[in-house]
């Protein structure tokens, strides 16, 4: 008799969180490529009003100016926190060496040349899948620990 196993029933238990994890992960850097894509059509379908207004704003902002982006250096709470602890490994030091790159940049009061600024393309929300996944376990937490059992208080 056939058995089917899901990914965590019968696999030995450390092995199933792995293939949860890879599968976790796959998934959110599909949705970090959709949100970049998705990005991208953003600022192609501007108004040439609108993309004047938004090149002005980007172009005199600082953080592109020595190589950030706007995730870089967004506001940190404890969502954004776990947000960059989850990031791949790869990320997280593409994200470090611009971090490390800018303080010295700003330290000796310096900015890139202006091809190696970043650029509207380049500067897609790559957090927002993440910050998406934890607010959304953080709402399904909270109603677990607001939980009332029927057959507790009937």
Request: aromatic residues 12%; positive net charge; proline residues 6%.
């Amino acid at each position: 008799m056939a058995k089917f196993v899901s990914f965590t029933v019968g696999v030995e238990p450390r092995v199933g969180g792995l293939l949860n994890t890879a599968l976790r992960m796959t998934t959110l850097r599909s949705a970090v490529a959709k949100a970049s894509e998705a990005w991208k059509m953003k600022i192609a379908q501007r108004s040439p009003f609108e993309k004047t207004i938004k090149d002005f704003n980007f172009n005199t902002g600082y953080y592109n100016q020595i190589g950030l982006r706007w995730h870089d250096i967004m506001p940190r709470n404890a969502v954004v926190e776990e947000a960059f602890r989850r990031l791949p490994r790869e990320e997280r030091e593409d994200m470090d060496f611009r971090l490390a790159r800018a303080t010295l940049l700003s330290a000796n009061k310096t900015i890139l040349p202006k091809e190696e600024w970043t650029k509207q393309e380049e500067d897609v929300p790559y957090l927002d899948p993440y910050i998406k996944l934890i607010e959304r376990e953080l709402r399904d937490k909270a109603d677990w620990d607001n939980f009332i059992s029927p057959r507790t208080y009937p």
